[in-house]
């Protein structure tokens, strides 16, 4: 640390001008260089993984519970007959344990696969990220222990009801046995799990929605329609003079192409591409010290040329765009955004005209203000951007940016075409634009999905656990639904009463789910653009993903309720 701030206090010595030295931050590599939001999403998602494990549990235990209500008569029978209650409590833990330790392994061989599959992953074909995936002994020996507990977490939810049964009064009573109404913890256990449910339902309509207006917003550009052309001029041999020249020649080329609307040419990279963007000090035209601290504004800078506004679709608020004879032998001139113009002259009226300082004391005209836009990321704040002629300011390396409705493939075929006719050795990349934004919607497409995933396996459990709640509800009352049928009953009283209590669960759970899952998603707004809950769809969406999966829970024992026989029911009384 010592080290890292003698060398900047050299810098700021050498470089007065140019570097003010603050305060230095040193980290480790790994989750704490990403930002407060990323690693409280990655957070959680383990807490939700945890909470998943226990809804499944808790699911479990509530399908153990209904089986064991199921066989009450069998296990009555076999304590009758002098059978111990340990033997028979042992018999349903090893039942338990074997199908916690045969998810355990299905579990475990489906992960193994995910990670091999994602050491080999590349998410971003331009960019060579690897992900060392390594598990170990220690992973699976985890992965062990969380299988046991879970198996004995589920198995024991039966036990009570072994450990107090009564041989003689189960035996006289029948099938039929006392209905419990007040809340049991396995109705507690039951709303929880449906809160988590709703949980993750509500965060992934949330990032979908939001991941949607990402890929069909406007980020002070319009990618859609649009295809790209890395060329870098200095690979090929020219020289800083024949360089302006020559991408002038590549623009008039591009404009040739059947179907090209428009053509322009900006340095470097396009907005919101890679490390696109550099930053660059401005100052107020009154400004004498021109050092870092008196700095106006700090916006982002790109050199374009003329054509580039239209092929991007930005849209010119005030003044005019760049022509070809704004070249180094006229004034400086550059055209900003909204918030620069507002930033440092107040208004977008009052800043065509005005001018402003470069650090390196250049004199800049405004002649134009563009709408604003993202630069370096989708979940920024809205920051202040300059565009400068590239004529004025050249670089070797760049991007033309050719905006038509042509086919894809069919337009790169064609622009590769062009630029071999000017120069058969020139190298060019072709994408489309949007193709070039996969490193800024990652984080966006990563939320998705995994929140996709945990909400598509929320749901499963769900279902399992009201059918579970749903098939205990009626494998307790089947003599008392019988005996309505019987009366004359109709058969929405008959589904009421069977099917009424679950029904409560699960209203009550998905009020609470969607209230949390409402709060949980604020984290997702700094990570997936435009993800907001205050959209009727997410709403709306919830409110019918939870009544279906109510529904679809329910079906079965709804069918079972409605077949019930009262001759046969009561013929085996």
Same mark, same amino acid.
């Given at each position: 640390?010592?080290?890292?701030?003698?060398?900047?206090?050299?810098?700021?010595?050498?470089? &007065?001008? @140019?570097?003010?030295?603050?305060? $230095?931050?040193?980290?480790?590599?790994?989750?704490?260089?990403?930002?407060?939001?990323?690693?409280?999403?990655?957070?959680?998602?383990?807490?939700?993984?945890?909470?998943?494990?226990?809804?499944?549990?808790?699911?479990?235990?509530?399908?153990?519970?209904?089986?064991? #209500?199921?066989?009450?008569?069998?296990?009555?029978?076999?304590?009758?007959?002098?059978?111990? /209650?340990?033997?028979?409590?042992?018999?349903?833990?090893?039942?338990?344990?074997?199908?916690?330790?045969?998810?355990?392994?299905?579990?475990?061989?489906?992960?193994? !696969?995910?990670?091999?599959?994602?050491?080999?992953?590349?998410?971003? &074909?331009?960019?060579?990220?690897?992900? +060392?995936?390594?598990?170990?002994? $220690?992973?699976?020996?985890?992965?062990?222990?969380?299988?046991?507990?879970?198996?004995?977490? *589920?198995?024991?939810?039966?036990?009570? =009801?072994?450990?107090?049964?009564?041989?003689?009064?189960?035996?006289? #009573?029948?099938?039929?046995?006392?209905?419990?109404?007040?809340?049991?913890?396995?109705?507690?256990?039951?709303?929880?799990?449906?809160?988590?449910?709703?949980?993750?339902?509500?965060?992934?309509?949330?990032?979908?929605?939001?991941?949607?207006?990402?890929?069909?917003?406007?980020?002070?550009?319009?990618?859609?329609?649009?295809?790209?052309?890395?060329?870098?001029?200095?690979?090929?041999?020219?020289?800083?003079?024949?360089?302006?020249?020559?991408?002038?020649?590549?623009?008039?080329?591009?404009?040739?192409?059947?179907?090209?609307?428009?053509?322009?040419?900006?340095?470097?990279?396009?907005?919101?591409?890679? $490390?696109? %963007?550099?930053?660059?000090?401005?100052?107020?035209?009154?400004?004498?010290?021109?050092?870092?601290?008196?700095?106006?504004?700090? +916006?982002?800078?790109?050199?374009?040329?003329?054509?580039?506004?239209?092929?991007?679709?930005? $849209?010119?608020?005030?003044?005019?765009?760049?022509?070809?004879?704004?070249?180094?032998?006229?004034?400086?001139?550059?055209?900003?955004?909204?918030?620069?113009?507002?930033?440092?002259?107040?208004?977008?009226?009052?800043?065509?005209?005005?001018?402003?300082?470069?650090?390196?004391?250049?004199?800049?005209?405004?002649?134009?203000?563009?709408?604003?836009?993202?630069?370096?990321?989708?979940? @920024?704040? =809205?920051? &202040?951007?300059?565009?400068?002629? *590239?004529?004025?300011?050249?670089?070797?390396?760049?991007?033309?940016?050719?905006?038509?409705?042509?086919?894809? =493939?069919?337009?790169?075929?064609?622009?590769?075409?062009?630029?071999?006719?000017?120069?058969?050795?020139?190298?060019?990349?072709?994408?489309?634009?949007?193709?070039?934004?996969?490193?800024?919607?990652?984080?966006?497409?990563?939320?998705? !999905?995994?929140?996709?995933?945990?909400?598509?396996?929320?749901?499963?459990?769900?279902?399992?656990?009201?059918?579970?709640?749903?098939?205990?509800?009626?494998?307790?009352?089947?003599?008392?639904? %019988?005996?309505?049928?019987?009366?004359?009953?109709?058969?929405?009283?008959?589904?009421?009463?069977?099917?009424?209590?679950?029904?409560?669960?699960?209203?009550?759970?998905?009020?609470?789910?969607?209230?949390?899952?409402?709060?949980?998603?604020?984290?997702?707004?700094?990570?997936?653009?435009?993800?907001?809950? /205050?959209? &009727? *769809?997410?709403?709306?969406?919830?409110?019918?993903?939870?009544?279906?999966?109510?529904?679809?829970?329910?079906?079965?024992?709804?069918?079972?309720?409605?077949?019930?026989?009262?001759?046969?029911?009561?013929?085996?009384?």
């Amino acid at each position: 640390m010592a080290d890292v701030g003698g060398v900047n206090t050299y810098l700021e010595k050498t470089y &007065p001008r @140019e570097i003010v030295h603050h305060d $230095t931050v040193l980290s480790r590599e790994g989750l704490t260089s990403f930002g407060p939001a990323v690693r409280a999403f990655v957070a959680g998602l383990m807490v939700l993984s945890g909470l998943i494990l226990l809804a499944a549990c808790a699911n479990l235990g509530g399908l153990f519970a209904a089986r064991a #209500a199921d066989r009450s008569r069998e296990v009555a029978l076999r304590l009758a007959l002098g059978s111990s /209650r340990r033997r028979i409590l042992r018999g349903l833990l090893t039942e338990a344990l074997l199908i916690s330790l045969a998810g355990g392994a299905a579990g475990l061989l489906v992960s193994f !696969m995910l990670l091999l599959r994602m050491s080999i992953w590349q998410p971003i &074909p331009a960019v060579p990220l690897h992900l +060392p995936v390594t598990p170990d002994a $220690t992973l699976y020996l985890v992965a062990l222990g969380l299988a046991l507990l879970s198996g004995l977490l *589920f198995g024991i939810v039966p036990i009570r =009801q072994i450990l107090h049964a009564n041989p003689y009064e189960i035996v006289k #009573a029948g099938p039929s046995a006392r209905i419990v109404r007040r809340l049991t913890i396995r109705d507690v256990l039951l709303i929880v799990q449906i809160a988590i449910c709703a949980v993750l339902v509500t965060s992934s309509l949330v990032a979908v929605r939001g991941l949607l207006r990402s890929l069909h917003s406007k980020f002070g550009f319009d990618p859609h329609n649009t295809m790209t052309a890395g060329v870098d001029l200095t690979t090929a041999g020219y020289s800083a003079g024949k360089v302006p020249a020559m991408q002038r020649r590549m623009i008039e080329a591009m404009g040739t192409i059947p179907g090209v609307e428009a053509v322009g040419l900006v340095n470097g990279y396009p907005p919101l591409v890679y $490390t696109a %963007g550099n930053r660059a000090d401005v100052y107020k035209e009154e400004t004498r010290d021109l050092r870092p601290p008196n700095a106006a504004a700090s +916006p982002f800078r790109y050199e374009v040329s003329p054509g580039y506004f239209e092929a991007a679709a930005t $849209t010119l608020l005030a003044g005019r765009t760049f022509s070809w004879q704004d070249d180094k032998n006229a004034p400086a001139v550059a055209i900003v955004n909204r918030d620069f113009a507002g930033t440092m002259f107040g208004s977008v009226p009052s800043a065509v005209g005005r001018n402003y300082r470069l650090q390196d004391g250049t004199r800049v005209q405004v002649v134009g203000v563009v709408e604003d836009g993202k630069y370096m990321s989708l979940t @920024e704040a =809205q920051q &202040p951007a300059m565009f400068l002629p *590239f004529l004025q300011s050249p670089a070797s390396a760049a991007y033309l940016v050719v905006r038509s409705k042509r086919d894809p =493939q069919q337009l790169a075929t064609a622009m590769r075409s062009k630029v071999r006719e000017l120069d058969a050795g020139l190298p060019v990349d072709t994408q489309t634009w949007t193709q070039m934004l996969g490193v800024v919607l990652f984080p966006a497409r990563v939320a998705t !999905m995994a929140l996709g995933v945990l909400g598509l396996m929320g749901a499963m459990l769900s279902i399992t656990g009201i059918f579970g709640m749903a098939a205990y509800s009626v494998s307790k009352r089947l003599r008392e639904l %019988g005996i309505r049928m019987a009366l004359g009953a109709p058969r929405k009283e008959v589904l009421l009463a069977a099917l009424g209590r679950p029904f409560k669960l699960l209203a009550i759970g998905s009020a609470a789910g969607l209230g949390l899952g409402l709060l949980a998603t604020r984290v997702l707004a700094f990570i997936v653009y435009q993800a907001t809950p /205050r959209d &009727p *769809f997410v709403l709306a969406g919830v409110v019918v993903a939870m009544g279906l999966l109510g529904l679809l829970a329910t079906w079965i024992p709804a069918q079972r309720a409605l077949s019930v026989n009262p001759l046969i029911l009561l013929r085996e009384d």
